[in-house]
């Protein structure tokens, strides 16, 4: 089976703009969630869908939303782009929403804002 | 609030010798508990988990030990390689009942280097 996939790899961008990444889950995989890595913050989790539906979400101000499709791909927008949005943004897949379902990690998407 | 804490940012070992990842944890809900592996420009892959009802896990050189009154789990990789040069997500989830689903929530991640 093909990996979880993300586009764009990188990108650059400028304070105030919006931005919209994509993640393509495994094959089968439902559930998506979105995690926000900055160096020393760790992993930090923004939202989780699963079947169109938000089923979760992390403490992140409104300027983050995301969307599922019924064909389980996701996207992920953020806008009024600010500095400290600077991050690597990584989206998983698994089976179900359940916490002990493996979640497989996509390469990210790693965004610059300047 | 950090719920899932890796206070060490970093550590080094020979290669051959053991390497002891630790991690504190604060909730008592959490029931699951994962380990991560992260290399750069890669997302993280999983590596071993184990549940609360067990505390200890092993799978080849990864051993995983949950001990539940201090909230505290290790990841044990012995021998250690070159290649597990790598850093270190912990994350635990449980069942949170905003919403009813569950959630993982990672630490921040240590860095380790396995020197030849």
């Known amino acids: 089976k093909a990996g979880v996939t993300q586009t764009p790899r990188y990108l650059i961008k400028t304070r105030g703009q919006q931005v919209t990444l994509s993640c393509s889950p495994i094959s089968g995989h439902r559930s998506v969630s979105w995690y926000q890595q900055t160096p020393g913050q760790g992993l930090q989790f923004l939202f989780e869908?699963?079947?169109?539906?938000?089923?979760n979400k992390g403490n992140f101000p409104g300027r983050f939303s995301g969307r599922q499709f019924s064909n389980s791909r996701s996207e992920m927008n953020v806008s009024t782009l600010e500095l400290g949005d600077s991050a690597l943004y990584l989206c998983a897949s698994s089976l179900s929403v359940r916490g002990s379902e493996t979640q497989y990690f996509g390469p990210g998407t790693r965004l610059l804002v300047l | 609030d950090q719920q899932v804490k890796q206070n060490s940012p970093s550590l080094s070992v020979q290669e051959g010798r053991i390497s002891i990842l630790n991690c504190d944890y604060t909730?008592?809900?959490?029931?699951?508990f994962l380990w991560y592996k992260k290399y750069p420009a890669e997302g993280p892959t999983f590596l071993i988990s184990?549940?609360?009802?067990?505390d200890k896990n092993e799978d080849g050189r990864f051993t995983v030990f949950l001990n539940k009154s201090a909230k505290h789990l290790s990841l044990h990789i012995v021998p250690s390689q070159p290649g597990d040069s790598a850093v270190y997500f912990c994350?635990?989830?449980?069942?949170?009942?905003?919403?009813?689903?569950?959630?993982?929530?990672f630490g921040k991640g240590m860095k380790l280097t396995v020197n030849p």
């Open positions: 994350a635990a989830s449980a069942v949170f009942t905003q919403g009813g689903s569950e959630k993982l929530v």
């Open positions: 184990i549940s609360s009802i067990k």
């Open positions: 869908y699963f079947s169109e539906t938000q089923r």
């Open positions: 909730n008592s809900m959490f029931d699951y």
